[in-house]
Structure formats: structure tokens, C-alpha cells
């Protein structure tokens, strides 16, 4: 016997699941929901099926094919208007010769098949139709028959006045082809409301089958969470991928749980899935292939599509979540809301209960969203943020991406430019830079690989063989799961936000240079890369002055590229080191981005224990470092800053300093009085490199306390600051210890105001509107005088927030004051 799958269907009640994809290619217990009927009806030993497709219809032939993978033989008959149910099969008439069978491709079902068949061959009649019991009738076709199962009556959706039955058509028909003789072709014709009725008043017989088994129009969202838990308690017999283990937990194929994860049955968690520590799916979840639950998030009750990413303490609960969505740390989705494929969440968003999230669309941080969202974005992501293109790594930025990236970055440079690239330690960066090689040398440019070096090396590098400008990837310092992707210009610098915007453009138009054979980029491996970098550090200090005094130091590498570089520039220098992490790990966890405060403290007990001058925690890119004194203290930002500043302003009074404007207004004094002047920029680092670049600054410092070094690089460099303190105490015969004991107090505070997109600017205007008068600096956001300090109210440029940030003369009031502005902003 031939089949007919009714598949053409768009599920608009589904939506947005069904937005970008066809209702029977629905994911059900990880199977697109017409898979399911295609194996059962290979069972019944149907083995020929017609497939009626219309909505995406590629999308279901190109899963399917011609069926032998599933063991059948599938044919398509495609409908370029709407048929209905009827029209649908009579426009595959021509494959229906004899008795054939009909049934929908989104519904979930188990029924007897071969019963129903052998009741329609017994019974003699035009079609026979699979009757279902339901409780609630009233949104199904209602049939009514005889005793001896004939078919008396239809009734389509009737109201509870009408309901004179609970037995309901299901859909699945077994019919004879003379059926089509009360069916027009090319019309819009529906078996219920048109051909069986017009087939009774024809005196032709019908006959009704009560079927037992399970059915489930999966019509609604909430039927389609209810057919997931059907399936997790066993009342449907279909086949789930994967081992079962106790109290019904599927586990797929290459599944990772780590053991400190908790997962409760009924469950599904599909292969390939990753489950951290800490991580809670409850029971009746559905986790698809490729999911990946971070430390803390909490599953229950719900469906989740594969691919998708829940940050650290992301909620899901009764909810289902398309396909390559990104749910953010602390996000929340509510009992009901939906997402549909490659929606993002940003951290600490919440998507209230009921809620329809329509494809491709992204949340603010932050954001509560209490209404759907169809055509509007709740957000302004872009690729680019403080430190290049950065996402979480294979997630956000995929091999596919950085290519992409690339291409873009070599298309805005001229055709047979040379471009450094560089890598961290990781293996996700060694993966992705092969990539972004593979995107520069297709749009022509040519590839100087320093393979594994720090960041401040490589922008050395760039400038050093005057190349056209340069890439590094590697892990974001703050977090081992983000990768970042930083492109620097011909002097090694941050490019520029206008650079940025050109390469966004390119990238969203794909509008890249592709290079014909013979002009596809090269890839050469500088050997002397290292010792010009050294020499040229060497030349900025007294190296001989340094080795009279003879330092002795404790130095933590983080396992990162600095192992590489540091050394050779002690060594030139004469300094006793004490070495801890000194090589280079591939594993996230032993990078030095985990447990930083256990490890300065240990410098600094190894500093005291070892009587040493000082140690060093450096971060594996090689740009910050935290700074020990010789009593094993650990110095904090502002100390670090005010210390070093202490030093040059003995060392070398008169010097012009770029300080950002949320500098304090000690080191500001620390300057002045040192008879130098002070030069404000903005907060941002392409700010700081560009006005330390300019010929009449000689230092420069970030918002973090790292310094810029001009005479050997306009950008931060640990080494080089770590180098030229050991200068400037040499040279001034002082302790750092004694430095520190002699700074004055600094008082700052911080908050964080969650602001959407849409009322920065406003919130800025009324903020410049409200201090009319005051003594207020506009370079970077608005910074208004106070008696004893200042408040900076600067708006992020990557999240949904704006910051505060306050000097007072005291700790106390700092944060009063940076509570106020803080409800100001909220109150705007």
C-alpha cells in the first residue's frame, strides 16, 4: 500500500517556531516531527510514500531525500497554491492507483495502521476514517456513526450546544481512488467539509475506526510541550536516539555531564551536549544536539532546540527555545515564552511568561521584555567591541565567522599588503587563527604568522616590519569561554571605530575581495621577531643601571605567551627570578583566568618568604599585570598608577601625561606637582594609544592603571612597564614598598545602570540639561564638578547600561554620591 503525508502546512499556531521552517520539520524528542510518521508507517510495512509539500519545501526534501535512509521510497508532489487537505492529494493523483492511505506529517501518533487498513478491506467502502475519544472535542471535526461504524454525520469545530459525540477524525484516512472522482482538480478542495459529504449524499459508504492508541495534534505550543512530556511518561511508543539510563534519562552520543551537574528524568539530552557544573535539567526537559549548559543555569520542564548556549545562571522554565539561540549569564525565560532559531539573550534579561520572541531577533542586558517581539530588535549588537570582534568561542566566533572577519579586515587593506597575525596559548585560538590566515591570503594579502606571542609583541611586530596592520586571537581575559579577534593598524594600535564600521559593512554585504589563484596571499614565519622586540625595549631603559641594583623578583606567567618573551628581557637586564607558571598550557582552566586572587596572594607570600623587590602576576596576553611590593602587597589599580607616576615625576619632572577622564585627582596632583602637565582623552583605548602617538606626550595610563610607554610603543605593554619600574626605583634608589607607603588615599566608586538603547541619548541629553552651570568636562561622557570630587556618568558602548563612576574624600561618600546619580539615571 501507498501513503500520502500531508506536509505543505506553515503551523502559523506555532509560530515563531514555525517562522522559518516547516511545521512537519518541528523537532519532536530530537526527530523532525514527519520523521516520526515516516517510521511508523514503516513499520505498518508501508514502504511507497507521496510527500504534498508547499511552505519551504526544500527544507523537507533535502532532510528526507527519496527516504532509503528510512528504509521507504518517498516521492513529492508540490503544490504552488493551496489545495487543502483534499486538493493537496488529488494533485498526486497520478501516483495513487489503488488503495492508499492518508495521514498529516505534524501530528505525533502510535495507532494500529495495519488495523485500520485491514477494518477499511473488510468494510467494503469508499474510505474509511480513524476515529479518536478525546475529552475536549470542540477543536476537532466531530463524526458521528452508526452502530455498525458507518458514517453518518460531520460536524468541523463545533460549539458545546453542537457536541453530540466525543469521537473525532484524526486525519488519518484509508481511501479507495475513486475518492477523487468528488475532487476538482487544482482547487482548493478539504476532505472533511467538501468530499465526504458530497460522497454521502452520493449514497457512498464511509466508515468510522476508533483507534486506541495515541494521537496528538501538535497544532498549538502548548501541545507541543505537552507531546514532550507524553513522550518522556512513556504514553507514546516512538523511538528516542540515545542510551537510556536511569529514571528515563536519554543520553545521545558524545554527551558530556560533568559529575557535579544534576539532571533529573524524565530527560532527553541530546548528543554532543555539554552540562557544567552546577547545572540543573529537571525533569520533562528536552535538550537538542550541540547545547551547551554553563555552570549554575537551570532547565525545567521545557524544550530546548540544538545549538543553543545557556550562560552561567541562565533560567529556563516551561518554555521552549529555537534552534542557535544565545541566552546570556543571569538570563531568564519565562513559563510559556517562546524563542524561535538564532534569537540572543542578553545577561540578566528576562522574557516574561507568554512571550513570542520571532527569529533573529536580540535582547538587551538587562532588558525585561513583557510583550512579543515580531519585527523590532530589543538591542544593538554588533560584532566589535572594546577589544575587536569578540563572542563565546564556537558559538559566537566560529571558524566560518573569523574567515568572514578576515576577508572583511583584507578587503579594507590594498591587494598584496602584508598583515601580522598572532595567537595565544589555546586551542581555540590555534583553531580560529588558522582561519582568519585562511580569509586574509583569499582576499590577497599576505600573512606573517609570529604563531604563539603576546599581544604587546605583536603590535611591536606590526610596526617594526611596517606592515599594512595585524590580527591576534585569543581568550578574553575575563572569561576562558570568549574568544576575541583584535586587529591593530600600521603602528600597532587599536584600529579605529570608523575602520570598524567599514569592516561590519563589508561583512554584513559579503562584499570581499576574492583573489584570483595566482594572487591568493602568502604566509611567511619572521625568525628574529623576539630578539628585535627585546633589543628595542633594552634601548629604552639603563640596562646597566638596572643590573648594579641587582633586583630580585618573583614572576607569575600565567602559563601564557609571556613565558616566551619576559625572560629574554630579564636576562638582558640582570634580574634574579623566581619563576612560577613559566610555560605555555592549551587548556582554558590552567591559562591564569581562574582563581587571580589565590595566585597574587601567593606572589605575594613567595615575595615575602623569598626576600625579594617585588613580583609580578602577568595575564597570559602580556598587556596588564598585578604589581607586588617587597612586603608581599599586592597593589590595586589606583596604587599602581600613583606609584609608577610617583616615580617618573622624580625621575623626570615636566613630562606630559594622557590621563582618561575618569582618572583620580590624586594622580592628576601627582603630576602637576611634579611640574607636568596633564592631558585628558576619553576613556576608550583607541583614545589613549592615539594620544599617546602625538609628539608632546611622553606617558600615558588606561582607566585599569596600565601604562603606555610612547618611546617604544603606543600601547599597554606589562614587560615594558614591569622593565621600566625596575628602571625608575633604580634609578630614584627607592623601594616600591616605600612609594606605596607615601601615596595618598583614593576614594572611587562605581555603578552600573541598566538603560536601553533607545534612551542613552536622552538620558545623556538630560543629564548635560540638568548641570547647566556647573563646572561639567564633555570629552567623554559628562563629568561634573564637586567640592571634594567628581561624578562621570558615561554611557557602555557595548551593553544596555551606563556607568558612574565618583571621586570623593572619603569611601562613604563616594558611594553616596555615586547612589545619587545612580538614581538620577534611573529616575530619567
Known amino acids: 500500500m501507498k501513503a500520502v503525508i500531508l506536509a505543505g502546512g506553515e503551523g502559523t499556531r506555532l509560530r515563531p517556531l514555525t517562522s522559518n521552517q516547516p511545521k512537519p520539520m518541528m523537532p519532536i524528542a530530537n526527530r523532525p516531527m514527519m ?117 453518518e454525520r460531520f460536524l468541523e469545530k463545533p460549539t458545546w450546544g453542537q457536541v453530540f459525540s466525543d469521537t473525532i477524525n484524526t486525519g488519518i484516512y484509508v481511501l479507495e481512488p475513486e475518492v477523487f472522482d468528488y475532487i476538482a482538480p487544482g482547487e482548493n478542495v478539504d476532505f472533511s467539509s467538501d468530499v465526504f459529504p458530497a460522497a454521502l449524499a452520493n449514497g457512498k459508504e464511509l466508515y468510522g475506526y476508533v483507534m486506541d492508541g495515541y494521537w496528538e495534534d501538535v497544532g498549538t505550543l502548548d501541545a507541543y510541550l505537552q507531546a514532550h512530556h507524553d513522550i518522556l511518561d512513556g504514553l507514546v511508543a516512538v523511538e528516542i536516539d540515545g542510551f537510556k539510563m536511569r529514571e528515563n534519562i536519554w543520553l545521545g552520543e558524545g554527551a558530556d555531564v560533568d559529575p557535579e551537574a544534576r539532571v533529573d528524568g524524565p530527560a532527553i539530552i541530546g548528543p554532543n551536549c555539554r552540562i557544567e557544573a552546577g547545572a540543573y535539567v529537571g525533569g520533562h526537559s528536552v535538550l537538542g544536539g550541540d547545547v551547551v549548559v554553563k555552570h549554575d543555569a537551570q532547565i525545567v520542564r521545557s524544550v530546548i532546540h540544538e545549538h543553543t548556549y545557556l550562560g552561567s545562571s541562565a533560567r529556563v522554565r516551561g518554555a521552549v527555545v529555537g534552534r542557535a539561540c544565545d541566552l546570556r549569564s543571569g538570563s531568564t525565560i519565562e513559563p510559556g515564552a517562546v524563542l524561535g532559531n538564532e534569537c540572543f539573550v542578553g545577561e540578566q534579561a528576562v522574557v516574561t511568561s507568554d512571550v513570542k520572541v520571532y527569529p533573529f531577533k536580540s535582547v538587551d542586558a538587562g532588558a525585561v521584555i513583557t510583550s512579543s517581539i515580531v519585527w523590532e530588535t530589543k538591542g544593538a549588537r554588533t560584532l566589535f567591541g ?195 607558571n613559566p610555560f605555555a598550557a592549551t587548556r582554558p582552566s590552567a591559562l591564569g583566568l581562574r582563581d587571580r586572587e589565590a595566585r597574587v596572594a601567593r606572589i605575594g607570600t613567595l615575595v615575602g618568604s623569598s626576600a625579594s623587590d617585588l613580583g609580578l602576576v602577568i595575564d597570559p596576553g602580556g598587556e596588564a599585570a598585578t604589581i607586588v611590593d617587597g612586603t608581599g602587597r599586592a597593589l590595586d589599580e589606583s596604587q599602581t598608577l600613583n606609584a609608577i607616576l610617583t616615580l617618573v615625576m622624580r625621575a623626570r619632572p615636566g613630562i606630559r601625561v594622557a590621563l582618561p577622564v575618569s582618572a583620580s585627582r590624586v594622580s592628576e596632583r601627582i603630576i602637576t606637582d611634579g611640574g607636568g602637565v596633564v592631558v585628558h582623552t576619553k576613556t576608550a583605548a583607541t583614545a589613549i594609544m592615539e594620544a599617546a602617538s602625538r609628539r608632546d606626550v611622553d606617558l600615558a595610563a588606561t582607566p585599569d592603571g596600565s601604562l603606555v610607554w610612547p618611546e617604544f610603543l603606543p600601547a599597554v605593554d606589562a614587560t615594558a612597564t614591569f622593565v621600566q619600574l625596575l628602571d625608575l626605583l633604580a634609578q630614584t634608589d627607592a623601594t616600591l614598598a616605600e612609594v606605596v607607603d607615601g601615596l595618598p588615599p583614593v576614594f572611587l566608586a562605581e555603578r552600573t545602570v541598566a538603560v ?73
Request: proline content about 2%; some cysteine.
Open 756 to 828: 536601553e538603547w533607545s534612551r542613552k541619548g536622552a538620558v545623556m541629553r538630560e543629564m548635560v540639561e540638568r548641570t547647566k552651570g556647573r563646572d561639567v568636562v564633555l570629552i567623554d561622557g559628562v563629568k561634573i564638578a564637586h567640592a571634594d570630587g567628581w561624578a562621570l556618568v558615561l554611557p557602555d558602548p557595548d551593553d544596555a547600561v551606563v556607568h558612574v563612576l565618583t571621586e570623593a574624600a572619603s569611601a562613604r561618600d563616594a558611594d553616596t554620591l555615586a547612589e545619587e546619580y545612580a538614581r538620577r539615571i534611573t529616575n530619567l
Open 386 to 580: 572594546r577589544r575587536g570582534a569578540s563572542g563565546i568561542a564556537n558559538v559566537d566566533i566560529t571558524a566560518d565567522v573569523a574567515t568572514r572577519l578576515a576577508q572583511a579586515y583584507g578587503t579594507a587593506l590594498k591587494k598584496g599588503a602584508v598583515v601580522t597575525t598572532s595567537r595565544d596559548t589555546s586551542r581555540a585560538a590555534r583553531a580560529l587563527k588558522r582561519s582568519v590566515i585562511g580569509g586574509l591570503n583569499l582576499a590577497g594579502i599576505n600573512v606573517e604568522d609570529v604563531e604563539l606571542a603576546t599581544v604587546p609583541l605583536t603590535r611591536f611586530q606590526v610596526r617594526n616590519s611596517q606592515n599594512a596592520g595585524g590580527i591576534t586571537v585569543r581568550l578574553a581575559p575575563e572569561d576562558s569561554d570568549r574568544i576575541e579577534i583584535r586587529f591593530f593598524d600600521s603602528n600597532g594600535r587599536d584600529i579605529t571605530e570608523a575602520t570598524q564600521r567599514k569592516i561590519e559593512r563589508l561583512l554584513a554585504r559579503e562584499d570581499f575581495r576574492r583573489a584570483f589563484a595566482g594572487d591568493i596571499g602568502d604566509i611567511v614565519f619572521p625568525p628574529r621577531a623576539l630578539e628585535f622586540y627585546t633589543a628595542a625595549l633594552e634601548d629604552c631603559v639603563d640596562s646597566e643601571r638596572i643590573r648594579e641594583r641587582a633586583f630580585k623578583v618573583v614572576l607569575d606567567f600565567s602559563f601564557g605567551a609571556a613565558s616566551l618573551a619576559l625572560p629574554a628581557v630579564l636576562a638582558k637586564v640582570g634580574a634574579d627570578v623566581l619563576a612560577v
Open 35 to 151: 520523521e516520526h510518521i515516516v517510521r511508523l508507517l514503516a513499520d505498518h510495512g508501508i514502504d511507497q510514500i507521496v510527500v504534498t509539500v508547499a511552505f519551504l519545501a526544500n527544507q523537507i526534501r533535502t532532510y528526507f531525500g527519496d527516504g532509503s535512509e528510512l528504509g521507504v521510497e518517498m516521492r513529492y508532489a508540490t503544490e504552488e497554491t493551496p489545495l487543502g487537505t483534499a486538493g493537496s492529494v488529488r494533485n498526486a493523483a497520478d501516483e495513487l492507483d489503488d488503495t492508499f492511505l492518508v495521514i498529516s506529517g505534524d501530528v505525533l501518533t502510535d495507532v494500529d495502521l495495519t488495523g485500520l487498513i485491514k477494518a477499511h478491506r473488510e468494510s467494503g467502502a469508499i474510505g474509511t476514517i480513524a476515529l479518536k475519544r478525546v475529552e475536549d472535542p470542540v477543536e476537532f471535526g466531530i463524526v458521528i456513526t452508526g452502530e455498525d461504524g458507518r458514517i
